[in-house]
C-alpha cells in the first residue's frame, strides 16, 4: 500500500471516527452525565478537525472532548489549580461558542477564565493530543476485533459448508 493510499484510508477513518468514536470520560461512572449539546458539540469538532487537517494540520481532540473529559474528572476527584483554570477557560470557550444566544445563559463573569499560562495551555494540548491518540487507539483495535470475528464467521461458514458437500 502507498503512503498516499494510507493516508486516505487513515482520514477515511478519521471522518468515520467522528461518528462513531466513544466520547472519553474519567472512569468513575459519570460520564451519562454528559448533557447532549455537549455531545453534539464534539460531533461537529471532530468534522471541524479533520477538515483543518486537510489543510495540514496535525490531527488532535477537539475543545469539547477536552471539556467534557475534565468535566468528568472534576466529579471523579479534586483537580489542582492549573487544572480547574483549564476546565473553567475550555468551558467557557465550548459553551460561549456552542450555546444558544436566546437561551439567556451565559458563562458567569466570577468564574470565567479568559487566557491561560503557557504552562497551562501546554497542558491542555497534552490533554487533546491524548485524547486524540486513545480514541484512534479504541478505533483502531474494534476494526481489529471486527475483521477478526468477520474472518472466523467466514471461515466456519466455509467449513460448515465443506462438511455438508461431504455428507451421504
Known amino acids: 500500500m502507498t503512503t498516499e493510499n494510507l493516508k486516505i484510508d487513515r482520514g477515511i477513518s478519521d471522518i468515520v471516527g467522528a461518528f462513531t468514536d466513544p466520547i472519553l470520560v474519567m472512569p468513575g ?37 477536552a471539556c467534557a473529559y475534565l468535566m468528568t474528572v472534576s466529579l471523579t476527584q479534586s483537580m489542582g489549580s492549573d487544572w480547574s483554570q483549564i476546565y473553567l477557560y475550555i468551558a467557557g470557550k465550548v459553551y460561549e461558542k456552542h450555546r444558544t444566544k436566546d437561551s439567556g445563559v451565559a458563562m458567569p463573569e466570577d468564574i470565567s477564565v479568559d487566557q491561560l499560562t503557557r504552562n497551562q ?4 494540548a497534552r490533554l487533546k493530543a491524548w485524547i486524540y491518540d486513545r480514541r484512534v487507539k479504541i478505533r483502531q483495535e474494534r476494526d481489529r476485533t471486527d475483521r477478526r470475528e468477520r474472518k472466523e464467521t467466514e471461515h466456519a461458514q466455509q467449513e460448515a459448508l465443506q462438511l455438508a458437500l461431504f455428507k451421504f
Open 29 to 65: 461512572g459519570w460520564g451519562d452525565t454528559l448533557p447532549d449539546w455537549l455531545k453534539q458539540t464534539i460531533t461537529l469538532e471532530r468534522l471541524t478537525e479533520n477538515v483543518r487537517s486537510l489543510g495540514g494540520e496535525p490531527m488532535t481532540g477537539t475543545d469539547a472532548e
Open 121 to 124: 495551555q501546554d497542558d491542555l
